[in-house]
């Protein structure tokens, strides 16, 4: 089930979302495409990532903020990027631009903090935006309840496109990550599912404000649970690929 697009612009330009998604971009480019698989690049993700055992010694905290720009591969990145994209646009205009560049930093920074709390000995290096983003789509969830999300549904050789509330996506979504979590072990690597579970928490935590701001329960009734905007609607495109009856 993976989400491919919302029907929700934004008011504004959403200027902070794209450079986001530019920076990454840019660093993703600038050392793992050079580096490929080597060893170097194995060195360059333990000098910047996060890894928890440095953090409980109190040592190179800045890599909370590092790790945060730094994929494994290009499905990592483009899937962390996919997710931005499709949820930045919104938080980025009801928060403002400053207001959510440091929104998507706390974010960051204390999902790193949650996988550290699970395994504080681990040396295990922790890299990606995601827990960022998942602050992102934790207060979309918020705000954004009903809104309108497409998602690409693969069940094995069944491929659909179909328009879902945002709260359905999300909300399994937030318990696969904690599923997952308390299914792995933290040791052996792999996707921090921590790191997910406590940016989606933390990010509808900072929420709270503007939603109160916003007027709480009564800006889910005036704008249905929606984004303030008129939604947009997407047809499917006729193919023009020549059809053959059957005799």
Excluded: C
Excluded at 29 to 41: C, D, K
Excluded at 81 to 96: A, C, Q, S
Excluded at 218 to 233: I, L, S, V, Y
């Amino acid at each position: 089930m993976l989400p491919i697009r919302d029907h929700n612009p934004s008011g504004r330009m959403p200027y902070v979302t794209y450079a986001l998604i530019a920076i990454n971009l840019i660093i993703f480019a600038a050392h793992n495409v050079p580096l490929g698989e080597s060893r170097a690049l194995n060195v360059f993700f333990a000098q910047w990532g996060m890894i928890p055992a440095f953090i409980t010694d109190g040592e190179r905290l800045f890599t909370l903020v590092t790790s945060q720009f730094l994929h494994g591969g290009y499905m990592h990145i483009a899937g962390n990027m996919l997710f931005l994209w499709i949820f930045g646009d919104n938080m980025e205009d009801e928060m403002g631009h400053i207001g959510f560049l440091l929104f998507y930093l706390t974010s960051g920074v204390f999902a790193a903090l949650a996988q550290w709390i699970v395994e504080p000995a681990s040396v295990v290096v922790t890299i990606g935006a995601s827990g960022a983003i998942a602050g992102i789509m934790g207060g979309y969830l918020l705000l954004f309840p009903k809104a309108k999300v497409d998602i690409l549904l693969i069940l094995i050789v069944f491929f659909r496109i179909l328009p879902i509330s945002a709260w359905i996506m999300l909300g399994l979504w937030f318990l696969l990550q904690v599923g997952n979590g308390v299914a792995s072990d933290p040791d052996l690597g792999g996707v921090a599912y921590w790191a997910h579970a406590g940016g989606f928490v933390i990010g509808l935590v900072l929420t709270i404000p503007i939603f109160i701001k916003l007027g709480g329960f009564a800006f889910w009734q005036k704008t249905h649970g929606a984004p303030p905007h008129p939604e947009a609607r997407y047809k499917l495109v006729k193919s023009r690929v020549p059809s053959v009856r059957r005799n």
